[in-house]
């Protein structure tokens, strides 16, 4: 069970007024809020053992040091990795795919392929584009039906031994559609094909075991789950890691430098050029603390709740079609109502207090495929209530009556 | 026709007899509703101005030396916006409305529509009012 009211006190941010009304905050989809443990763990460190790491000798540099890499470490056990160098740390989920993109300018060749879905995130689109045009490689892309579900027979079709690498976001930031990523495993790796998952709007809501999975790569946002902005992770195996070159060239990731020659460190300091944002990284492993300590499992099952009880509310608006409706669902709702522009719904909404995103969620080849302009997403978390629902159920009915 | 700074004032008072912020908005609705469409031939992509969320088209021709403007958009609370920047500055001379500002927006109280932050298009569409202005004071000389 959920403690709704010792959770909200964690998030001092939810006492905020917006415009006079108390803020109900439903754009956890593209940040989630952080609680004060987490917070404070950064203003520990930038207090307290402020320094660089993996070069110092002085008391501080180590404090710095062993916290980073406790922080790996559990960052490693949350995911089940094998090695605590297979996590890297990144600035966030693009950035955690550029750079296994960017390695794979030097592994792909004319006429192999890559996969990726309709429902993608640009971020899962774009780096993949500039590698087929590096490459020569070429972009296909697996379906989805009407209710924004992946058409898992057109996968089979195909995926095949061109294919070398498969993209995938585990769950869609636009949709909330969680995507059966052991089925795509399975095809891609029958056909030795690496498999990339984006896991940033997976990771707070859903228990990853990357060994379990037999995951390749796995890229996380710290922003998204419960941590602070501009830290992330990539999971990678270590054999593939391995096969990747550096992508970025700087302090922290040689072995030795000379003019004539540089030797690159080993995992994870090969893709760690330069000193990384030390008080997220650590603040991130506190994050993953405190969803830990509520309960992945507690956590789905209070989400689910929301997400069946705002979409039972919210289709008794007469002319709102909600897209994306997977049985297999994050707590996403988006939608729209008939004839009103989701910027004018969200205008009004942010005058109630209300947060939500309009827009194209930065995928607009679903927006496309829905041809429509954009939607308006309202996304939950542990912290938010059934009142708060009601509340924004109520407000989108007024705004329509002056709208329509 | 009156004078830009006259219309201004004269917008401000209007707005100045609403209370709250659901009265501007239901009259920008309002707005919104009652502005003249757009002649289809100029409602096309080359006169669109991107504005991330809702789009906006703006077009310009200049008769007996003022500069009559069209406009629309897909959203009804930005075309309220573009009711009232029209109401300013269409039918101006290309001087008048290169000198004047937009800072009526924001003693209405609807400041953040033109905040660079706001992902709405009309911030590009008052830049694009002015340059054809620009463009048409060019050509009187």
């Not at chain 1, 296909?140 to 027979?153: H, Q």
């Not at chain 1, 495929?369 to 629902?389: H, L, M, V």
């Not at chain 2, 030396?65 to 101006?92: E, P, W």
């Amino acid at each position: 069970m959920i403690d709704i009211k010792k959770i909200r006190n964690d998030f001092p941010i939810l006492n905020r007024k917006i415009n006079g009304n108390q803020l109900i905050y439903f754009d956890n989809a593209a940040t989630s809020q952080t609680p004060k443990v987490v917070v404070d763990e950064i203003a520990n460190y930038y207090y307290n053992y402020n320094s660089n790491i993996h070069r110092g000798v002085h008391k501080l540099s180590q404090e710095a040091t062993d916290a980073y890499e406790k922080s790996r470490k559990i960052l490693q056990n949350n995911f089940n990795a094998k090695y605590d160098h297979e996590v890297i740390f990144t600035s966030g989920s693009t950035h955690g795919i550029n750079l296994v993109a960017s390695g794979y300018a030097n592994i792909l060749k004319k006429g192999d392929e890559i996969i990726l879905s309709t429902m993608e995130h640009h971020s899962n689109i774009v780096p993949w584009q500039m590698l087929c045009e590096k490459t020569g490689a070429k972009l296909r892309v697996a379906p989805m039906d009407t209710n924004g579900v992946l058409i898992m027979e057109e996968y089979s079709k195909i995926c095949n031994k061109k294919t070398k690498l498969v993209v995938i976001s585990h769950v869609s930031n636009a949709l909330g559609t969680i995507n059966p990523i052991e089925s795509i495993l399975s095809i891609a790796h029958s056909n030795n094909a690496v498999v990339l998952i984006d896991g940033a709007q997976a990771a707070p809501h859903i228990k990853i075991d990357v060994q379990d999975l037999d995951i390749d790569f796995y890229v996380v946002s710290g922003h998204k789950l419960m941590g602070p902005t501009g830290v992330g992770i990539l999971y990678g195996k270590e054999r593939l890691l391995n096969l990747l070159p550096p992508y970025q060239g700087g302090g922290e990731m040689i072995d030795q430098v000379t003019f004539e020659k540089t030797t690159y460190a080993g995992l994870p300091h090969k893709f760690e050029a330069g000193t990384p944002n030390i008080a997220g990284g650590i603040a991130l492993g506190k994050a993953v603390e405190y969803i830990n300590e509520i309960g992945y499992e507690t956590i789905a099952k209070y989400e689910d709740s929301l997400l069946k009880y705002a979409t039972s509310e919210l289709l008794k608006i007469e002319g709102l079609k909600i897209y994306g409706e997977s049985k297999n669902k994050t707590a996403v709702i988006s939608f729209n109502i008939k004839s009103i522009h989701p910027y004018d719904l969200g205008t009004i909404l942010d005058k109630l207090g209300i947060a939500v995103r309009t827009g194209h969620h930065c995928a607009q080849p679903i927006m496309d495929f829905f041809e429509i302009p954009g939607t308006i997403r309202a996304s939950f978390s542990f912290y938010n209530t059934k009142q708060e629902i009601d509340f924004m159920v109520e407000s989108i009915k007024r705004a329509k009556a002056m709208l329509v | 026709m009156k004078k830009i700074a006259s219309i201004q004032e004269e917008i401000i008072d209007e707005f100045n007899l609403f209370d709250d912020w659901m009265q501007r908005y239901e009259y920008m609705i309002e707005l919104g509703k009652s502005l003249p469409i757009i002649d289809s031939k100029n409602k096309i992509d080359d006169n669109i101005i991107n504005g991330c969320q809702s789009k906006v088209w703006v077009y310009a021709e200049l008769k007996e030396n003022k500069v009559i403007y069209t406009a629309d958009s897909d959203a009804i609370i930005t075309k309220g916006i573009i009711a009232l920047l029209l109401r300013v500055f269409s039918n101006q001379h290309p001087s008048d409305i290169l000198m004047a500002d937009t800072s009526f927006i924001d003693k209405i109280g609807l400041k953040e529509h033109l905040s660079p932050t706001r992902a709405n298009g009309l911030l590009s569409m008052v830049k694009q009012l002015k340059m054809y202005a620009v463009a048409y004071q060019t050509q009187l000389k």
